[in-house]
């Protein structure tokens, strides 16, 4: 599967920003989708997953209540809503899928077989 991630930009504080990651091939319903991000300086770190159909999630402990994943099987396509957002949140964003069904919500990189490209968000402050 290819992934292709967009919408990244420059924003202030507390604006809101969608990230979009498209995915190839026709199952994309099997994978699980992830949302990952590399702040400069940083390692890549896991931001939000979400399992095939879509029922279980997964947040890192510094983006709940501002950042919501969700998926569009139909369009295969992933989004990454992000809410609130603070300069600390200032980082190259990739998404990330791998081939699991049921209530799987991998969290950890080296669960992940394929990755989009990046794309960068930057906020101001």
């Known amino acids: 599967v290819q992934l292709q991630a967009s919408g990244g930009g420059l924003v202030q504080t507390g604006d809101s920003l969608t990230l979009s990651c498209a995915a190839s091939g026709r199952t994309f319903s099997s994978y699980v989708m992830g949302w990952f991000r590399r702040a400069p300086g940083k390692e890549r770190t896991v931001v939000a997953t979400?399992?095939?159909?879509?029922?279980?999630?997964y947040y890192a402990d510094s983006v709940k209540g501002r950042f919501t994943i969700s998926r569009d099987n139909a369009k295969n396509t992933a989004y990454l809503q992000m809410n609130s957002l603070k300069p600390e949140d200032t980082a190259v964003y990739y998404c990330?899928?791998?081939?699991?069904?049921?209530?799987?919500?991998?969290?950890?990189?080296?669960?992940?077989?394929?990755w989009g490209q990046g794309t960068l968000v930057t906020v101001s402050s």
């Open positions: 979400i399992s095939w159909g879509g029922s279980r999630t």
């Open positions: 990330a899928a791998v081939v699991r069904v049921g209530d799987y919500v991998g969290t950890e990189i080296y669960e992940y077989d394929y």
